[in-house]
């Protein structure tokens, strides 16, 4: 799951890399244009369903839009967003449900000094929580807890 995928390059490339199938939202319906042209510009047009999303969590669930529903219903291996703080931190009961027992979760498109914000924000449902930094900017890396 790439939530906020934009141009679509992280639901590409875990499908470039050997995942089966992959879904991306975003807000954009352009960003949704865009995935789906790059998706077949890499030959896995037919692996990767792209949503339009609403920007909060008042907005339906954009899964909903999805005849089939990712694995296992509507969970993941992997569940990736790239977006701000802010919506990081509002769509952490949606993105925490999206991904599965034991499944790995990278949040990035944070300053590294607003990692132990994103942290808090996530800690009741994952572990083993690690940041990498780059130039100020932070990636936040965790794995789902098996039972919530």
Not at 4 to 13: C, P, R, V, Y
Not at 76 to 84: C, E, P, R, S
Request: glycine fraction near 12%.
């Amino acid at each position: 799951m790439d939530y906020g995928t934009g141009s679509g390059i992280l639901a590409i490339a875990a499908l470039l890399l050997g995942a089966e199938s992959a879904v991306g939202t975003d807000t954009d319906p352009l960003a949704v244009r865009a995935a789906e042209a790059n998706a077949a510009l890499n030959g896995v047009a037919c692996k990767l369903r792209v949503v339009r999303c609403g920007p909060n969590l008042n907005d339906l669930d954009p899964l909903l839009q999805l005849s089939g529903k990712g694995q296992d219903g509507n969970t993941f291996d992997l569940v990736v967003a790239n977006i701000l703080r802010g919506p990081l931190v509002e769509l952490q009961p949606r993105l925490t449900a999206y991904c599965k027992p034991g499944g790995q979760i990278a949040l990035s498109g944070i300053l590294d000094a607003q990692a132990p914000d994103v942290i808090e924000a996530y800690s009741p449902g994952f572990e083993g929580f690690q940041v990498h930094t780059d130039g100020g900017w932070a990636l936040v890396t965790a794995r789902s807890k098996s039972a919530l």
